[in-house]
């Protein structure tokens, strides 16, 4: 019997999740698990990598035994996992010398600050394709080596190793025999030069990072060592989440793109073999890098807010029990009376960047109610995504076809049909909406021979709907006039 199917890790912010696929790409068993987040500051947020370790152990082993499938079974191993959030740990012991620093951390701000005044922000930008932003690696793993006695000496001896999560778990699944790392992880660093594919010295000086602790970068689909476990499977497939999602998403002709609605919303654009700068405060990413070592790159747009505020509604204020409540709640009425939300409960991402923003409720009458507030709440995430499509659209000069769209917020059919009417163009939900996990196996299975070529992953991506556009131009545009409009009163707010 030939090895037929692909464990899919998916290490995402605030749980780990396994899933084992066919080689016609279908779930056949899932875990999943939670972990503790900590919250030692205003503004900080860490994770306990030896919890991101054990629970992705422990799910991964659930699902394979859920599937009743042997590592022997295996085809290979796909590692997806959130981007940025950073690690350090000792070579000789794998034990980490601070916690993980989350993506979401904004500790280094003032550090941020100091750099731009300093002017290096347009070189790293240039450089990186990212901005000179709390959001990235390099930052944070400046603030380890500063904060944690002996690091940045112990990093010059090559004693300590650094890793954004994919690493720490290739590490540890490898019994510490493999230290890599694959180059859209490492795009999300402020440490990888994008053009030249590789560790940027000039960076690594500013940042005050030494070489020696760095992973080794290799390709996405291909091999990152055997597994101790497993029954040795091969670990063939790694990118960060939103990466895979793209790749899940079958989005491998240039100009297409995904919208993935989780706790936030990640849009991503696939451009080609060369990257386009932004001129509307995107992010220039590596897409992945498959065999033959060809480079894809994509624009990026990141809301903080996405589903968040669903759960706000929710845990907040208490108007909703479930996320699809709001669904029935919002249909009950017609529109929002015009009441607007504006979701900046910690400042706004892309195209805006502003961590002075803060959010908004505007347009409340005596007949405001909550079945307003809560189509609002949707609408908000909608309109978010607008933005960042115009932004995009700008920049790559590709008008965008379609939307295809993935994550818990994607089932909402109201939320989904008012993103087709604000952009005017299709917006297509797969039946399989596990995309990112799917795209980690899909790496993994192209590496392994299980895949043929894209074009054999692509006759698998089936439509669940398509969500066709029924507002006239016009009114779209009032809208999104209404919604700027909304945006600068938020602005500023907590200066
Ligand atoms: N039917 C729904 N309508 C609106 N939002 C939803 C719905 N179902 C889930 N969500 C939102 O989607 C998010 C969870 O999606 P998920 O893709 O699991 O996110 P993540 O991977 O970021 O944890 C939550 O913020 C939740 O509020
Ligand atoms: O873990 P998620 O799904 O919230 O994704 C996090 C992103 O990768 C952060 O850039």
Redesign the pocket.
């Known amino acids: 019997m030939p090895k037929r199917y692909l464990l899919a890790l998916d290490q995402?912010?605030?749980?780990s999740r396994a899933i084992v696929f066919n080689a016609d790409g279908e779930s056949v068993a899932s875990a999943q698990r939670e972990f503790t987040q900590f919250f030692p500051e205003s503004g900080w947020i860490e994770h306990d990598p030896n919890d991101i370790w054990a629970t992705q152990n422990a799910v991964a082993a659930e699902a394979m035994g859920k599937a009743s499938l042997r590592g022997r079974d295996l085809a290979g191993v796909g590692i997806t996992n959130q981007r940025e959030t950073t690690l350090v740990w000792e070579r000789k012991t794998g034990r980490p010398i601070h916690r993980a620093i989350v993506w979401q951390d904004r500790r280094t701000s003032k550090y941020c600050d100091r750099m731009h005044s300093e002017g290096k922000a347009n070189d790293i930008t240039q450089k990186t394709g990212l901005r000179l932003d709390p959001y990235f690696s390099g930052t944070k793993l400046h603030w380890i080596l500063d904060h944690v006695d002996g690091a940045r000496k112990a990093a010059e001896r090559g004693e300590l190793c650094f890793g954004t999560v994919d690493s720490w778990l290739i590490w540890n699944l490898t019994g510490g025999a493999v230290h890599a790392t694959d180059p859209s992880n490492a795009s999300r660093t402020l440490l990888y030069n994008i053009h030249e594919g590789q560790w940027d010295e000039e960076l690594l000086e500013w940042f005050g990072v030494p070489h020696e602790m760095l992973p080794e970068v290799r390709t996405s689909s291909g091999d990152f060592g055997e597994c101790t476990d497993f029954g040795g499977a091969t670990i063939a497939g790694v990118a960060g989440?939103q990466h895979a999602a793209l790749f899940g998403q079958t989005c491998f002709k240039k100009g297409t793109a995904k919208n993935?609605?989780?706790?936030?919303c990640f849009l991503l654009q696939q451009t080609g073999e060369k990257p386009i700068a932004s001129k509307n405060h995107l992010l220039t990413t590596i897409a992945w890098q498959t065999k033959g070592r060809r480079r894809k790159y994509a624009l990026e747009g990141s809301v903080f807010m996405?589903?968040?505020?669903?759960?706000w509604l929710?845990d907040g204020l208490r108007m909703i029990h479930?996320?699809?409540e709001?669904?029935p709640l919002a249909a009950s009425v017609p529109d929002t009376d015009g009441v607007m939300l504006v979701p900046a409960f910690t400042g706004l991402g892309a195209p805006h960047w502003d961590p002075t923003a803060r959010g908004a409720i505007v347009g409340l009458t005596r007949g405001t109610t909550a079945a307003h507030i809560a189509r609002a709440a949707?609408e908000s995430?909608a309109f978010q995504s607008a933005e960042l499509l115009e932004a995009m659209n700008a920049d790559s000069g590709i008008a965008l076809k379609e939307l295809r769209v993935?994550?818990?917020?994607s089932?909402?059919d109201l939320?989904m049909q008012f993103q087709a009417d604000l952009l005017g163009v299709p917006v297509i939900r797969p039946q399989n909406t596990e995309t990112?996990a799917l795209g980690a196996a899909y790496l993994a299975g192209l590496a392994t021979g299980v895949f043929a070529d894209e074009k054999a992953i692509s006759e698998q991506w089936k439509i669940d709907r398509t969500f066709e556009p029924a507002m006239s131009s016009d009114e779209a545009t009032e809208k999104m006039g209404v919604w700027r409009d909304a945006v600068s009163r938020a602005k500023g707010w907590a200066k």
């Open positions: 995402g912010t605030t749980s989440d993935t609605y989780g706790t936030g996405g589903g968040a505020v669903i759960q929710r479930t996320a699809s709001s669904e949707l995430i993935d994550g818990g917020a089932r909402n939320l990112t």
